[in-house]
């Protein structure tokens, strides 16, 4: 069966489904990393306070704790990105192994569905993870470009070289972060994916549900209220 055939097979519901998930995924994105007005997203919060981490890198002595807290963002990305590749490789011997896919089939629906409909929505997952993984790895990356600028600012805060290249770092460091927190998007969205496999309304549902979360956690978190919290003197920061 050609592409053409296979994508007859699918109701207009399920065209819909997709292209709420793709609007969703793409819009949350924008919103995120372009906010409007002054409500700013967590990820743009923490954006500054890598700047202002980069400042105080330039006079710390030793520099081992930067060294440590850029180790971590590494092992992070290193482990989102094994997990994402586990993921692929078992999606894709899922599409290699039919049967499973027919054991599903009987249990999510009472018709006889074609497997090709089953690898489709599998292959959706499957874009997605493949999408969260190269986010991950170019993460990685950039995280190892840091940690080279880094090393190339001088220890002599005097240093005409010192802040400026400290300021390149920290805008390495977001890149790295961005591009992380654009493969957790996808991640999250391939959860809500798999709600796919019982329809096109699960599908919508799994979307909303997905969109909803990230929202609340760019946007109306306790962690977000924190970052935005003024930096008062100790045993000013609480209300009496």
Not at 163 to 176: T, V, W
Request: glycine fraction near 6%.
């Amino acid at each position: 069966m050609t592409l053409l055939g296979t994508l007859e097979l699918f109701a207009w519901p399920d065209f819909a489904a997709v292209a709420i998930l793709a609007l969703a995924s793409f819009g949350i994105g924008w919103v995120i990393e372009h906010p409007f007005g002054k409500r700013l997203s967590t990820s743009i919060l923490m954006r500054r306070y890598r700047e202002d981490w980069m400042r105080a890198f330039v006079t710390r002595q030793p520099r081992i704790f930067d060294s440590g807290i850029l180790d971590s963002l590494r092992q992070g990305t290193l482990f989102f990105a094994s997990s994402s590749m586990i993921a692929i490789g078992g999606g894709l011997a899922l599409i290699g192994n039919p049967q499973p896919l027919r054991d599903v089939a009987s249990d999510l629906t009472q018709s006889q569905t074609p497997e090709a409909i089953w690898e489709i929505k599998i292959l959706l997952i499957l874009l997605l993870l493949s999408s969260a993984f190269l986010h991950f790895v170019w993460a990685h990356r950039l995280f190892g470009y840091c940690a080279v600028l880094m090393a190339s600012v001088p220890n002599d805060p005097e240093d005409p070289h010192a802040y400026p290249r400290a300021a390149k770092a920290a805008e390495i460091n977001a890149l790295a972060a961005r591009s992380f927190n654009r493969g957790m998007r996808a991640v999250y969205f391939a959860l809500g994916s798999v709600a796919w496999l019982a329809g096109a309304v699960p599908l919508m549902i799994g979307t909303i549900v997905v969109l909803l979360v990230i929202w609340r956690r760019e946007f109306a978190s306790r962690s977000r209220d924190v970052l935005r919290r003024p930096d008062l003197p100790v045993g000013q920061d609480q209300k009496p």
